[in-house]
């Protein structure tokens, strides 16, 4: 496994609209991203991912394009952008850029032409079918609606659109398009970005001839799907191996098998991946079912793909709240879930404010929410009949607005976020949850974090050790240690509200034990066992006995 930058990079995500507003409108901006890079460079990282901040009707928060050469005057402008690649650059970090070449934005002028008629020179640039019977072509639901068909009436045909009715998808059969998309990731490239983060980008090709899906709740049909491997390694041959950058594609429905075509060393397709067996199929903490995804996709990966370690995003709730203890043990448990995302083998992603333990939201009403996803869901369930309190109740877990609620600066007005009105509301507990708080705090999740990133830089065994789970079946300690060459680490977690133990299994027991980073002030190790209080978190080196 050759040593390279990207696999050593911990990568910051950036969802500059919540991130610190300049011009106080209530959103984020590029210039707020650029006052507060300082911040970020102290924390550490290395890579910093900005969420799409391309020209946009902003249905889907930016994941609706409309001019893939323009930035929406919301975000700043293409002056204000090259600032920020400058000043990331000038800092030693790295910028990648969101690529969402699945779909546009129903306003982008390619598809106002392609709708236009049904023999516009577009026309093929978007998927068209005439009705089936009278109805939509099958019966494919699509992520944020009831079908993955509209009906354009001028036309009399339906388009296909895998999101909103707003995003229509590319056809990726036609070479055209293929051939602009390459040339607007050139123009991005040439700028001197160093990558992409490339949305849902295994959706890319469609099955043939659409057939009707026996059950279209589960859409992993629109993903993984013959073609995709082909469009890819075109993408490596024509855009991407003509420069030092690093992709990470976001994968849903993948598993470690299908994962690996799209990542292996090999395949000349993408560097690493996110993929979803937790994030989409585990609501809430299971650890059984954590250990069972992590060592599939040790088995999968390792040695030959690089796979990617997240527990939250801008579309997953914060990790503190969904799959920790958010309450009394908040700062010990988001510690743990921290000591245990960059210990596992894979790039580790930090969403912004993660490092001070932000937690999830939960808003009074629906009119306080603006995802797109949450509110189609809520309109669809409230009109089949569903009680609008109880439907609101289900969604409130999984909202992805939960992730989106602006950074916490400081206790004063809106945390510091905006002199405006805020475009979201902020979580209540930023009194006590915020970055200043945080920075003078020595034990703050903060600080912690910095020391994590700081490992990483210090021991190659973080990056490129192996695995062994030694707590397989135990449902609450998680056991593990990581081995390159002659240096051995044991991370130990205990992600349980109760106190716990851990029986230092035989083939360990002969090792002194030199802890390396720790989430309370007193360990209890003896020769047998490690007791454990609650959410506690440690690495330690093992060091043969003399
Ligand atoms: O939110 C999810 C499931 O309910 C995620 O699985 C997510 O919708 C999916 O992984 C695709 O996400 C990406 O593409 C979407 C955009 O809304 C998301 O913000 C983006 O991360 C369409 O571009
Ligand atoms: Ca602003």
Redesign the pocket.
Same mark, same amino acid.
């Given at each position: 496994m050759n040593q390279t930058w990207w696999k050593e990079a911990v990568v910051y995500q950036v969802y500059w609209r919540s991130f610190y507003d300049t011009n106080g409108d209530g959103y984020g901006d590029l210039k707020g991203v650029i006052e507060k890079l300082d911040y970020i460079k102290r924390l550490g990282v290395d890579v910093i991912w900005l969420n799409p901040c391309y020209e946009s009707p902003d249905r889907?928060?930016g994941?609706d394009i409309s001019d893939y050469y323009g930035v929406m005057e919301k975000a700043g402008n293409i002056d204000i952008w090259e600032e920020l690649l400058k000043e990331v650059h000038d800092r030693g970090m790295k910028l990648i850029m969101d690529l %969402?070449v699945n779909?546009t934005s129903d306003q982008h002028p390619w598809f106002q032409e392609s709708r236009s008629s049904k023999d516009n020179p577009k026309r093929d640039w978007y998927i068209w079918k005439d009705p089936v019977d009278g109805k939509e072509p099958n019966n494919w639901r699509s992520?944020f609606t009831p079908s993955t068909w509209e009906l354009d009436k001028k036309t009399n045909q339906y388009y296909f659109h895998s999101?909103a009715v707003e995003?229509p998808d590319l056809n990726w059969k036609n070479e055209e398009v293929r051939e602009e998309i390459y040339r607007m990731m050139r123009y991005w490239l040439d700028k001197g970005i160093d990558g992409f983060r490339m949305? %849902?980008i295994n959706l890319l090709a469609k099955i043939e001839d659409y057939p009707n899906a026996a059950k279209p709740e589960h859409i992993n049909y629109l993903g993984n799907n013959p073609g995709i491997h082909e469009y890819l390694q075109e993408m490596h041959e024509k855009v991407l191996r003509h420069y030092d950058i690093f992709t990470v594609g976001?994968i849903?429905f993948v598993t470690p098998e299908d994962g690996l075509l799209y990542v292996g060393e090999d395949r000349k397709e993408l560097h690493t991946l996110f993929h979803?067996q937790v994030?989409?199929d585990m609501p809430s903490w299971d650890m059984l079912r954590y250990k069972e995804i992590q060592q599939t996709w040790y088995d999968g990966l390792f040695g030959k793909g690089w796979n990617s370690q997240f527990l939250n995003n801008?579309?997953?709730t914060r990790q503190v709240t969904r799959y920790g203890n958010d309450k009394e043990y908040r700062i010990e448990s988001a510690k743990l879930l921290g000591t245990m995302v960059h210990t596992m083998p894979g790039m580790p992603y930090i969403f912004q404010g993660e490092e001070i333990g932000m937690t999830g939201v939960r808003f009074s009403s629906i009119e306080d929410y603006n995802d797109i996803?949450m509110k189609n869901k809520y309109k669809e369930l409230v009109e089949n009949g569903g009680d609008p309190e109880k439907v609101f109740e289900s969604l409130l877990p999984l909202s992805?607005d939960n992730s989106r609620t602006p950074m916490q600066w400081n206790d004063s007005g809106h945390a510091g976020f905006t002199t405006g009105t805020p475009w979201i509301k902020l979580n209540p507990n930023y009194k006590e949850i915020n970055v200043e708080a945080a920075l003078k705090d020595p034990h703050s999740v903060f600080y912690y974090y910095q020391k994590l990133i700081q490992l990483r830089k210090e021991h190659p065994v973080m990056v490129y050790g192996n695995f062994t789970d030694f707590s397989k079946g135990h449902e609450t300690i998680y056991a593990y240690t990581r081995e390159l060459e002659n240096e051995t680490w044991l991370i130990v977690l205990n992600h349980s509200d109760e106190n716990g133990q851990f029986e230092i299994p035989n083939d360990l027991s002969d090792k002194k034990m030199k802890p390396i980073l720790h989430n309370y002030d007193t360990m209890m190790i003896d020769d047998h066992k490690i007791e454990l209080k609650p959410h506690e978190a440690m690495i330690l080196e093992l060091q043969l006995k003399e």
């Open positions: 889907d928060n994941y %969402v779909h992520y999101f995003q949305d %849902v976001e849903p979803f994030a989409d801008h579309d997953h996803a992805r």
